[in-house]
Nanobody, 116 residues
Framework: QVQLVESGGGLVQPGGSLRLSCAAS????????MAWYRQSPGKERELVAT???????NYGDSVKGRCTISRDNGKNTVYLQMNSVKPEDTAVYYC??????????WGQGTQVTVSS
């Protein structure tokens, strides 16, 4: 059974930082491309960042320069470091795992709220 469990969300002040984690089980983690998406009320799910099995990274325009995605294959975990957060970063953040040509797996999400 595949599980993706996100953690690290919460309330953070504007300009602050936080690190999200996504622990995967039930998959050969090192073979999967991993990604973070987010969704705010009334908006479509938005790509935040991706990292391939070879650790090549890509970022959405709204977070470039403020976020870093990384992975630890020994811990089956992908991370999202967010710096200089803004109120518009408020959203539910989802982890996704996908191998080429197969359907993706999604986590349940973790809420991030940026507010003073």
């Amino acid at each position: 059974q595949v599980q993706l469990v996100e953690s690290g969300g919460g309330l953070v002040q504007p300009g602050g930082s936080l690190r999200l984690s996504c622990a995967a089980s039930g998959i050969r983690f090192s073979f999967y491309a991993m990604a973070w998406y987010r969704q705010s009320p009334g908006k479509e799910r938005e790509l935040v960042a991706t990292i391939t099995s070879a650790s090549v990274t890509n970022y959405g325009d709204s977070v470039k320069g403020r976020c870093t995605i990384s992975r630890d294959n020994g811990k089956n975990t992908v991370y999202l470091q967010m710096n200089s957060v803004k109120p518009e970063d408020t959203a539910v953040y989802y982890c996704r795992a996908q191998r080429f040509g197969t359907a993706p797996y999604w986590g349940q999400g973790t809420q991030v709220t940026v507010s003073s």
